[in-house]
């Protein structure tokens, strides 16, 4: 199948426009349209999504890639209940940012409104198309979406069924178009569209990310990829840092918040390792350890010594980096060198380590005794996210309603000119 990629633009940029023009009750209805439409064709999207997992495991695809690729009935039925919340949340644009009067009486504000049109290239997760697909709905973007090819049938019914409902509120059903074709020629076609498209953001690998920061012409968003790490203090409460590790590496290893690296202080380092090795290990996580830890372990079975890129890995898997460091200085050093600017943890009873943690850790999101799990747009209240962006420009963190929009400035003025 051959895509026109200028025509597919296009009409996203013409759906923009239109959407743009809409208020923002009207958009709300329209996400309780796909909503509606999602949960009316569960059987359809369950099915395509079956075939597609029956497929990846075929061609061996990992665990973990599997895991995420999967919707089962509760998972969808979730990502409804999430795409339902989206259109209950305060809606971002019109709202003035700020304002103020100048000296000759023209009133000057900054006004929020949408970007436009976002291009968004994904892998297994089918999640994403309804994520993006809601949040670009209420903010008034279109949205040109490029799942992988493991994802082809999922994606196809997921936005068969978005435009569904889009059409049956009056919208325009091009505001939610995907690239139907697993040929990667379409994505740098994607990249260059700079024509139409205003902002690119990429949820993969590092080589995903550097190719569209290398060969396109669109402003990119990064992130998405987690290393993340907890330090745990001399001073912490060992009980409580054993439940936040095992839920930060344990509850879901695939995903980008979840824990790669626990760093602990070698004062507590011979009593930590062996609970951390006990309390893991029967849960099937293998420890990465350096020889440091090896010896703190007590030699336990179920760890292994650390390879030379090991605390340089996102695992999304049940692998779990453990090195021992001589303090804070060295735990922040750590993470600056092998960490990903994602989120991180201290786990501590020293409220001056805490701050100094917060203050030296460069990081999106950074914990004090808390999991990295809640690094997620539905955690933080934003419904849902487009992405979690690990670089510092427009936005940080995970991408909500208010990162899908930019602002302009309105001057209203009695006649004014500049002399």
Known sequence: MTIDMND?????????????????????EAVRAVAAALRADAAVILEANRQDCAAAATAGMSGSLLDRLNLDDSRLE???????????LADP???????????????????????????????????????????????????????????????????????????SSG??????????????????????LERYVDMIIPRGGASLHRLCREDGTIPVITGGIGICHAFVDETADLAS???????????????????????????????????????????????????????ASGDRL?????????FDK?????????????????????????????????????????DRFIQGVDSAAVYVNASTRFTDGGEFGLGAEVAVSTQKLHARGPMGLEALTTYKWVGRGTGQVRG
């Open 8 to 28: 597919l633009g296009r009409r996203a940029a013409a759906a923009a426009r239109s959407l743009a023009r809409t208020t923002s009750d009207q958009r709300a």
């Open 78 to 88: 979730s990502l409804i209940d999430d795409t339902e919340a989206v259109a209950t």
């Open 93 to 167: 644009t019109g709202a003035v940012i700020d304002a103020r009067t100048l000296a000759n009486g023209l009133e000057l504000s900054r006004i929020r409104v949408p970007l436009g049109v976002i291009g968004v290239i994904y892998e297994a997760r089918p999640n994403v198309t309804v994520d993006i697909a809601a949040l670009c709905i209420r903010t008034g973007n279109a949205a040109i979406l490029r799942g992988g090819s493991e994802t082809l049938r999922s994606n196809r019914a997921l936005v068969s069924s978005i435009q569904r409902g889009l059409s």
């Open 171 to 192: 919208m325009d059903p091009d505001a939610v178009q995907a690239i139907d074709s697993p040929n990667r020629k379409y994505v740098r076609e994607l990249l260059r």
């Open 241 to 295: 840092a054993l439940d936040i590790v095992e839920n930060a590496k344990v509850q879901r290893p695939s995903v980008c918040n979840a824990l790669d690296t626990v760093l602990v202080h070698r004062a507590i380092a011979s009593d930590f390792v062996s609970q951390l090795a006990e309390r893991l290990i029967p849960l099937g996580v293998t420890l990465h350890a350096d020889p440091a830890g090896l010896v």
């Open 302 to 310: 179920g760890l292994v010594p650390a390879g030379p890129r090991d």
């Open 314 to 354: 996102e695992w999304l898997s049940l692998d779990l980096g453990v090195r021992i460091v001589d303090g804070l200085e060295a735990a922040m050093d750590h993470i600056e060198e092998h960490g990903s600017r994602h989120s991180d943890t201290i786990l501590t009873s020293d409220t001056v380590n805490a």
